[in-house]
Each structure stands twice: as C-alpha cells, then as structure tokens.
C-alpha cells in the first residue's frame, strides 16, 4: 500500500502570557516568518488553553496577553493573509483531539515529561492535572492539521517526540498506518536559546526579576541600545576563534545574538570582531538588534490600538483554521467507531 502523501504543513504555538522577548524572536517567531514564504502552509497558534495550566491570570489579563502576542507576531512580519494566525480556544477540536490523546497516551510516557517536573517543582501534588496531560494537548495541536513540521525549541523537543509516539501508536492501535503524519521537528539556527544578558548561563527569560537582563519586544530603540551596552561581559577582548568562547558564556551568548540577528554564523562574526574590546563590539550589535528588531514596539503599539481588529484577524484565522481540523477530527472519530450521527 502507498504512504499517504501529506500537505506540508507548519504548526507551531506560543502561550499567550505577556511580553514576549529577543529569545521568543531569535527562536521562534524569527523562523516563522522565515518558513511564510517557504513551500509549506503554515499555521501559528496562540495556545491560550495552555496558558491557565499553572494559574489562570484573569480573563482580562487573558485576553489582552493573547491580543498582544497577535500583535507580536504580526509586528514581527506575519502575514495573516499568508499564514493562519488564531487563538487555540476558538477551535474546539484541538481539546476534542486532546482527549482521544489522553487515551492513546500512557502515564508512562507522561511521568518522563522533564517539563512537568521543573514547572511544578516540589508541589507536584499541587499542581493542575492541565499541567501534567498539556503534552498530549500539544500533541493534538499539531495533529489536529496534520502538521508535518514543527519549529520547536530544545526545551520542547521531548514533547515533540511524545507528538511522534502518539501519532505512530494511535496509527497502529486503529489499523491506519498514515493517518496521523510524524512531524519533522525544525531546530535551526545559531541562537534557538538565548541566553540572560546578565547571566550567560541561564536562559533568557519573562519572569526574571531584572529586566535588564533580557531584550522586549516592546522596548523601543533607546532602551534596547542600552541594555547591550550593559550586558555583562568578562575583562578579555573577543578571541579569535570560536574555540576561544568555550568557558565564555556571556561571549558565546553576545556572540550567538549578533549571528543571528545579521543572519551570519558565529564563525563569521569572529573573523569580524575577534580581538576587539567588548566596548567596540556591543555597539555594533545594538545597531544591528535596534536595526531588525527596534521597530517592532511601535508597530504592535499601532496594532493594539485597534483591539476590534486583532480580534477579527484572529477570528478569520481560527474559521480558516477549522476548515483543517473537522474533518481531521470527523475522520479520527469515524476510525475509533465513534457514532456520529450529523
């Protein structure tokens, strides 16, 4: 029997919990719009189903979140006449598809999620059973449009994996070796994790106490100049050779930061700056940051201005989404033996 010749197709989702930074840029939405003119129809998703896993941070602050990330991601150069752009909750099927996953799933497979274990720490009998099942909820993100390709960070790899392993064991519990594709993931690019601009070795992160320590998308020029110009650096000049930022952490961080943003590997930045004083150098990445980057605030601050729009956007997008996933769900229901009589 032939292979099923599956549409190519992208999903990805980000949650919508407020102020998106450099490293949502550089490793995510950077790529999106990267793969919008490429041979695939892609889908980006604002997961606000995941984003009340841990805490639900109120249906104002909710709504607003998911609006600002649409602002984002559209300010950022996503075309929603390209791609489909839609928030999660708006398309029933996604939780319709994450309960059968539920079932496919094993308790197993779910107690190695690394993910689970550092969000809920040391209360994890505390934590929302979202929180522990939310993997096969993702799992039904992607599948749900028979998503092919995934761009992903490392942190999310694990759970994409377990996105393969449901799709391949519900494909061979129900006798329909195709039916659900095994998404490729997409883990490119030279700074996928950006690192604390006050610490190299942490990643770099929302919920740090210090907003120096990371790049918003909604700073303004000025503001993102001068966080790289007081980003921590060690006393030695940049070296010659990329072996040189090994036991450098801020180095490789401020380094990975420039290559990305200039669409360059980091090797060619070395041959560039190697030997410069970091006084030399982090001038000229925050030319090139405030450069791709420094117009992105005023644009999402244009968009939010208009909220009825954002909606409507978002509204279109989750129709157009649906016409993908309903008869994906209708067919995974007519496998199962689900009586459906409509």
Request: glycine share 8%; with cysteine.
């Amino acid at each position: 029997m032939a292979e099923t010749a599956h549409t190519k197709r992208v999903f990805s989702g980000v949650q919508p919990t407020g102020n998106l930074t450099l490293g949502n840029y550089l490793g995510a939405v950077k790529r999106f719009v990267e793969m919008q003119s490429a041979d695939y129809q892609t889908i980006y998703c604002m997961v606000d189903l995941h984003a009340v896993t841990a805490s639900w941070p109120g249906s104002e602050e909710l709504r607003d979140n998911t609006r600002e990330l649409a602002a984002a991601f559209i300010a950022c150069g996503l075309d929603p006449s390209q791609s489909i752009l839609f928030n999660q909750s708006q398309v029933p099927a996604h939780t319709q598809l994450g309960w059968v996953f539920n079932c496919v799933a094993r308790m197993g497979w779910m107690r190695r999620m690394t993910q689970f274990k550092d969000k809920a720490g040391k209360n994890s009998e505390e934590a929302s059973v979202g929180l522990f099942t939310y993997p096969a909820l993702m799992a039904s993100d992607i599948l749900i449009y028979h998503a092919t390709h995934v761009p992903v960070g490392e942190d999310q790899r694990q759970h994409l994996e377990l996105t393969r392993d449901i799709a391949i064991k519900f494909n061979n519990d129900f006798g329909e070796p195709d039916f659900f594709p095994v998404p490729e993931p997409i883990i490119e690019g030279v700074a996928t994790k950006v690192m604390s601009l006050r610490d190299g070795s942490k990643k770099m992160s929302k919920s740090d106490p210090s907003d120096m320590s990371r790049i918003n998308l909604t700073d303004d020029a000025d503001t993102i100049a001068k966080k790289f110009r007081k980003a921590k650096t060690d006393p030695e000049p940049l070296p010659e050779t990329l072996e040189g930022l090994e036991g450098r952490p801020e180095a490789e961080n401020l380094v990975n930061i420039y290559a990305a943003l200039a669409d360059m590997t980091p090797a060619a930045v070395i041959a560039e700056f190697g030997g410069q004083q970091f006084g030399q150098f982090k001038p000229a990445l925050a030319d090139v940051a405030v450069e791709k980057v420094g117009g992105i605030a005023a644009r999402m601050s244009e968009l939010m201005a208009d909220k009825a729009e954002i909606d409507r956007i978002l509204g279109k997008g989750a129709d157009r989404a649906a016409e993908i996933a309903e008869p994906i769900l209708d067919r995974t229901y007519e496998i199962m033996g689900f009586l459906q009589s409509r």
